[in-house]
């Protein structure tokens, strides 16, 4: 039997192991909360890292960002994660691979348009320009692309996913017209509008309104039943639009002339363009409207005829003024010549700023705005990002610092 003595010595035994298991398991959780507390920032700057790079940072950048954030300075951050490479190769291209096709797909070989859109935002040029300019990116170093082959940028994008390729060296600006001439004149390049990735899949057969709904839908984040008015004067559409579908005018009345009376004489500025599927090159016809213009020609006879690629916006007026025109020194309703003055009429607009930042909050973010503070956010964001004269980067920057406040 054990003497109570020897229960006693026990008993203080188990108290006094108690005691430092309790004093351990303290200490643990005050050393825990020392652990997470400097793990706060490195947290974030692994968050960005990933969000913006698609790929995990080493161990010397995550070093670099997390000073960045202790200091408070997470948009220097956010570029520091976007000097990595895969910014470019891996992001953006993602980004804005389903513009490029009517699918809307990201499963497509990186193309002129995918690669202009890259190297228009690592080099922080204007992003309104991306309707306008004469401009591609191309491989340095390699022969020019050919208006009829993506092979240049197929194997651009092989070199891509090595690890030593530099986006910032290898990817050089020329101009639309010299690698695509002389099919491309200088006046005729409009960003990329007349790349070849889009003309192949919005400039091929048709009558070129594709061209029209889809840099719409690309660029303004809007689809045609969205800028619907049927209040519009009728006298720009074509003849290939019956005013009586299934012999019933109404149909015409309350519907099809909300989108052709709008989208039909905005649609005319590409009308000395196609796609040639059998040469596989875009075309450029100066002067001479393309045939497509005029199909099913004798749907409406009286219907209009295209003469050239004259402009004009019917929309700056009634419902879609919401979209925000620029309409400093412009008529209504304004009108222009060709594709790039289109161009900078769609990129003049409130829309289109706030269609930028709106995708990209969805591509770091990881989802729409949800409520009113992210739409606050997104409207402060297209203001800075117009400010800030379209720096599309600086978008990525300033959404993955929302995006990751308080990790």
């Not at 320009?129 to 390699?142: F, H, N």
Request: charged share 20%; proline share 5%.
């Amino acid at each position: 039997m054990i003497s109570r003595i020897e229960q006693l010595q026990n008993r203080a035994s188990l108290v006094s192991h108690r005691t430092v298991w309790r004093l351990f398991v303290m200490l643990a959780l005050v050393l825990s909360g020392i652990s997470l507390a400097f793990a706060g920032p490195r947290e974030r700057a692994k968050t960005i890292h990933d969000r913006l790079a698609g790929v995990p940072a080493s161990e010397t950048v995550l070093d670099t960002m997390t000073i960045q954030i202790q200091g408070g300075n997470i948009i220097g951050a956010a570029n520091t994660a976007m000097d990595d490479p895969s910014f470019a190769t891996v992001t953006l291209k993602n980004f804005a691979a389903p513009w490029t096709n009517r699918d809307q797909s990201v499963f497509v070989s990186l193309n002129d348009y995918t690669t202009l859109v890259i190297g228009m935002v690592i080099n922080n040029q204007p992003f309104d320009e991306i309707l306008t300019a004469d401009r591609l990116y191309v491989q340095s170093g390699q022969p020019l692309p050919s208006a009829s082959s993506n092979a240049h940028f197929e194997a651009l994008e092989d070199r891509m996913r090595e690890p030593d390729f530099d986006p910032m060296t290898e990817l050089v600006e020329v101009a639309q017209s010299t690698a695509y001439s002389p099919i491309l004149p200088a006046p005729a390049a409009a960003g990329v509008m007349t790349t070849r990735a889009a003309a192949e899949s919005f400039f091929i057969a048709g009558t070129n309104r594709a061209m029209f709904r889809f840099t719409f839908l690309n660029h303004m984040c809007m689809d045609l039943e969205q800028v619907q008015d049927t209040s519009i004067i009728p006298d720009r559409i074509r003849q290939d639009v019956s005013r009586s579908p299934g012999a019933d005018s109404r149909v015409f009345l309350n519907n099809c002339i909300g989108c052709h009376a709008g989208m039909d004489p905005l649609a005319q500025a590409f009308a000395y363009y196609n796609f040639n599927d059998v040469s596989g090159s875009i075309e450029y016809t100066d002067g001479v409207v393309q045939p497509k213009y005029f199909n099913n020609e004798e749907t409406f006879a009286d219907g209009f005829v295209t003469p050239n690629d004259n402009w004009s916006n019917y929309w700056r007026e009634g419902q879609n003024a919401l979209i925000g025109w620029d309409t400093e020194g412009n008529s209504l309703p304004a009108e222009g010549v060709g594709a790039s003055s289109l161009g900078a009429e769609l990129a003049g607009t409130r829309a289109f700023a706030e269609c930028q930042v709106t995708k990209v909050f969805n591509s770091v973010c990881l989802r729409d705005p949800v409520d009113g503070t992210d739409r606050t956010r997104v409207e402060t964001m297209t203001d800075s990002f117009i400010g800030n004269n379209y720096n599309l980067k600086q978008v990525f920057a300033e959404t993955a610092d929302y995006c990751t406040q308080g990790l």
